[in-house]
C-alpha cells in the first residue's frame, strides 16, 4: 500500500490552474486552502499572482519544486494529463486531480483516463481522482477541496465516492459540530481507491471510525482482506447506495437468479467486520456512537425515562433489534424501589415520573448502570419545569465515564435540548430525537463488538482429485457446451461429495443393467445442456421399477425431443432413490460475481427454493466456522437441527460439503454458477442428488 502521508500532511501544497476569477474551482481551492498551516503556491500561465501571491507560470517553475509535498489540479481536461506529466517530471509523488471530463464523459474520456493511469504508474504516482472534490485533513489545517465548509477537528475519517455526498456532509457537519479527521472525494479511483485509504485510516491511531460511501467496488478480494484486518480494531462503517439493482437477469442457476449484485456485497461487507448502514442518517448515527466511546459488554438494553410514552417507544424498538430488554434483578429493584416514590414500576423500561428532579433520574440511572444485568442504557427526557437539560447532560456523561457502559440519549425537547446535546458531545455520547435513532446506535455497538471478538481461520484444503475435475470440465469445451448437468456428477465425486450410485445410459437396455445394479426402485434424469429445468417437461421419474425403467427412458427421451426438437439428448442418468425419511432437501450453490469473485448460497433446496428463498451468503472461500455460520442463519436451521422431534441432520456433513463446493470452486474459477439442489441432508450424512452447472469455456481454456 502507498504511504499517503504526503496527501494528508503536506508542508508545500501546489494548485494547478489557480485563479482568482469569481466562481472558478481555482479560486475557490485558494480560499479553502487560506486556511492551511503550510506554503500554497498557485501555478498558472495567465497569471503573475493570485489572490496577493506570486503565481508561476508552470509547475516546473516554483522554486524548489522536487520538496512540494501535494500537486493539486484544476485545468481543463484537455491539459490535465500533460500537467500529471509534469508534475511526475518534477518529483512530487502525490497528486489530486479534481478535473472533470475523464471515464465518467465517454469514449475520449475514457481514453484520456487510460492516459493519465499510464502517467501515475510511469511516475509512481499516488494519484486522487480524476473528477473529485479533493481532500480534507483537518489536523494539518488542509482543505484542498472546491466544496463549501470545512468540518470541525474530530477522529471520524470518511471515504466517498459520490463528490455530492461530500458536498453536503461537510455543510451538515459544520451546521452539527460533527467533527472528521479526513475526508477523501475518491472520484474515478484512476489509482488510489477506498482500500488504500482503509489500510492507510487503520494504521491510524487517530482515526477512531471509518465512514464510506460506496457505490461499487472494483477489487472485492482486496477490499475484504483489507477491511478484516482494519475492522480488527477499528470500525469501519459504509452506506452503500444501489442495493436494489438486478444482478442477476440472465442467470441459468437458481444461486445465479438469487444472488443479485446487493447480495455480493452484504456478503463481503459480513466478511470484512464491515458495520452496513442503510441510509444516510445511519451512517452518522453509527459513527458517532463509535467514535472513542465503550462497546457493549453483553446485549442487555435499560431504558430510563421521565415519559411513560417515548419509554415504550424504546422498548419496543429494542424489541425490533437484535438487543434485548435487560431485566433488573432483587437487589436493584429494591434499590429503585428506595429512591422512587411509591407509584414508579421499578421494572425496565424505568420511569422516574414526571415530577423527577435531575437528582433523581440521576441516582436512579446510576443504580441501573451499575446492575450487573445491564450492558448499556437509553436515557429519555421530555422537558418539564423542575428539569435542566444540561445539568443533566452533565449527571449522565460522568455516569457513563464511571461506570463504563454506552448511553445514548434522547433529549426530547427545542433549544434547550440542543444546548444539552452539545455538552453530551464533550463525553462522547450522541443525542438522538427518535428513541429508535438511539437503540439502532447501540445495536450498531453491539454489531461492532461481535466483528471484534471474531477469530478468523484460513479455508480446510482436502485431499480432492483435481485432475478428474478438471477432465469432466474439459468435456464441455470439447462439446462446445456451457452448461452441465448430472453428467458431471464425476465432478462433485472427484471433491469428495457424495451422490447416489448411478450412471449415464444412452439406451434403455443400457438403463436396466445400471438398474440391476443398483437394485430396487431407481430414479431417472434426462441429461441434455439445453433443457435446464428437466422436472418442468416431464424430464424425471422418481421410484421406477427395474422392469419399468427400458419404457421409462423411452418416455422421458419423447417428453424431451417434444419440449425442444432442437435439444442435445445425451441420454438418462439413472441412480439409486435417496430415501428422503427424515431428510432436508437443501441447496448448495455458487455464482460469480464480477466484484467479489464466487459467491457461495446455502439454504432450503427443492422445489420451493425460490419460494421461500430461505438462503445464506458467503463469499468464497469459507472456513469451516464461515460455513457453519451459514447452516445457523437459515429460517429452516431447526429442521436441520431436530425440531419438533425430528431426527437431526448431519450438520458435520452439510457443513464439509459447503467447504469442498468452495474448495471446487476456488480451484476452477472457471465455474460461473453451480446449483446442487437438492443436497439432502440426512441423519447418516448427505447426497448431492441433482446437480447444473455453467462454465467459461474461454477461461476453461485459457486455464488449460
Known amino acids: 500500500m502507498s504511504d499517503l502521508s504526503a496527501l494528508f500532511d503536506p508542508d508545500r501544497v501546489a494548485v494547478v490552474g489557480a485563479t482568482d476569477r469569481e466562481g472558478s474551482v481555482g479560486r475557490a481551492l485558494l480560499e479553502n486552502l487560506a486556511s492551511f498551516d503550510g ?3 498557485p501555478v498558472n500561465p495567465n497569471r503573475e499572482t493570485v489572490l496577493g501571491a506570486e503565481c508561476y507560470p508552470e509547475i516546473g517553475a516554483v522554486p524548489d519544486v522536487a520538496s512540494v509535498d501535494l500537486a493539486v489540479v484544476a485545468v481543463p481536461a484537455a491539459a490535465a494529463v500533460d500537467v500529471v506529466r509534469e508534475v511526475g517530471t518534477a518529483g512530487i509523488g ?24 499510464e502517467v501515475a504508474e510511469e511516475y509512481d504516482l499516488d494519484l486522487l481522482g480524476p473528477n473529485c472534490v479533493g481532500v480534507i485533513s483537518t489536523p494539518a489545517g488542509l482543505n484542498a477541496t472546491f466544496a463549501r465548509g470545512t468540518p470541525p477537528e474530530g477522529s471520524i475519517s470518511l471515504v466517498s465516492q459520490s463528490g455530492a455526498f461530500i458536498a453536503a456532509v461537510l455543510g451538515w457537519a459544520a451546521q452539527h459540530g460533527v467533527g472528521f479527521r479526513h475526508v477523501v472525494s475518491l472520484g474515478n479511483e484512476a489509482v488510489l481507491d477506498e482500500v488504500d485509504f482503509l489500510a492507510e485510516w487503520g494504521a491510524d491511531p487517530e482515526t477512531d471510525v471509518v465512514l464510506a460511501y460506496l457505490e461499487d467496488i472494483d477489487e472485492g478480494r482486496a477490499f475484504i482482506e483489507t477491511a478484516r484486518e482494519v ?4 470500525p469501519v462503517v459504509v452506506i452503500k447506495s444501489g442495493r436494489t439493482a438486478a444482478g442477476a437477469e440472465a442467470a441459468a442457476s437458481h444461486t445465479g437468479s438469487m444472488a443479485g449484485a446487493d447480495q455480493a456485497y452484504r456478503a463481503g461487507f459480513h466478511e470484512a467486520g464491515v458495520l452496513r448502514a442503510m441510509d444516510v442518517e445511519e451512517v452518522f448515527d453509527f459513527g458517532q456512537v463509535l467514535e472513542g466511546g465503550p462497546l457493549l459488554d453483553r446485549d442487555d438494553i435499560a431504558v430510563v425515562t421521565n415519559g ?18 435487560a431485566e433488573f434483578d432483587e437487589e436493584v429493584r429494591a434499590t429503585l424501589a428506595d429512591l422512587l416514590p411509591d407509584e414508579a414500576d421499578v421494572r425496565n423500561p424505568l420511569d422516574v415520573i414526571g415530577d423527577a428532579d435531575v437528582d433523581r433520574f440521576g441516582r436512579a440511572l446510576d443504580a441501573v448502570l451499575g446492575a450487573g444485568t445491564v450492558g448499556g442504557a437509553v436515557v429519555i427526557c421530555v422537558p418539564t419545569a423542575v428539569f435542566e437539560f444540561e445539568a443533566l447532560a452533565d449527571v449522565v456523561g460522568e455516569l457513563q465515564e464511571r461506570h463504563g457502559k454506552p448511553v445514548v440519549t434522547c433529549l426530547m425537547g427545542g433549544a434547550e435540548a440542543d444546548r444539552a446535546a452539545e455538552r453530551l458531545e464533550s463525553y462522547g455520547i450522541p443525542n438522538y430525537f427518535d428513541p429508535a435513532r438511539a437503540v439502532t446506535s447501540l445495536e450498531a455497538l453491539a454489531d ?18 483435481r485432475e478428474r475435475a478438471r477432465e469432466v470440465l474439459a468435456g464441455a469445451v470439447e462439446r462446445g457446451v456451457d452448461r452441465l448437468g448430472v453428467e458431471a456428477m464425476d465432478l462433485l465425486d472427484a471433491y469428495g461429495i457424495p451422490t447416489p450410485a448411478g450412471g449415464l445410459a444412452e439406451s434403455g437396455s443400457a438403463a436396466r443393467e445400471l438398474a440391476e445394479g443398483i437394485g430396487g426402485p431407481v430414479v431417472m434424469k434426462l441429461v441434455s445442456p439445453d433443457i435446464v429445468h428437466k422436472s418442468d417437461v416431464g424430464g424425471v421419474e422418481v421410484g421406477v421399477p427395474v422392469e419399468e425403467v427400458p419404457d421409462t427412458y423411452r418416455r422421458i427421451r419423447e417428453r424431451a425431443t417434444e419440449h425442444d426438437p432442437d435439444a442435445t439428448l445425451l441420454g438418462v442418468r439413472v441412480e439409486a432413490l435417496v430415501d428422503p425419511e427424515e431428510s432436508t432437501e437443501t441447496i448448495v450453490g455458487v455464482n460469480r460475481d464480477e466484484q467479489f469473485g464466487h459467491l457461495l448460497m446455502f439454504g432450503l433446496g427443492g422445489i420451493f427454493v425460490q419460494v421461500f428463498e430461505d438462503t445464506s451468503f458467503r463469499v468464497a472461500p469459507v472456513s469451516e466456522h464461515e460455513a457453519r455460520e451459514m447452516t445457523d442463519e437459515i429460517k429452516a436451521a431447526p429442521m436441520l437441527r431436530g425440531a419438533r422431534g425430528r431426527t437431526p441432520a448431519d450438520l458435520d456433513a452439510v457443513v464439509e460439503t459447503i467447504q469442498r463446493v468452495s474448495q471446487l470452486v476456488t480451484d476452477f474459477p472457471s465455474i460461473t454458477e453451480l446449483d446442487i439442489n437438492p443436497l439432502v441432508a440426512a441423519p447418516d450424512g448427505v447426497y448431492a442428488v441433482d446437480l447444473r452447472l455453467t462454465v467459461d ?3 476453461l481454456a485459457a486455464a488449460e
Open 94 to 117: 502525490t497528486v489530486v486531480v479534481v478535473t472533470a471530463g475523464f471515464s465518467e464523459a465517454g469514449e475520449r474520456g475514457e481514453r484520456r483516463e487510460r492516459e493519465l493511469i
Open 39 to 41: 506554503e500554497v503556491i
Open 448 to 465: 461492532y463488538r461481535e466483528v471484534t471478538e471474531r477469530s478468523y481461520e484460513p479455508p480446510a484444503a482436502f485431499d480432492v482429485d
Open 231 to 234: 475492522t480488527s480494531h477499528t
Open 697 to 699: 469455456r474461454e477461461a
Open 308 to 325: 411513560g410514552g417515548p419509554g415504550v417507544l424504546a422498548a419496543d424498538s429494542v424489541g425490533d433489534s437484535g438487543l434485548r430488554m
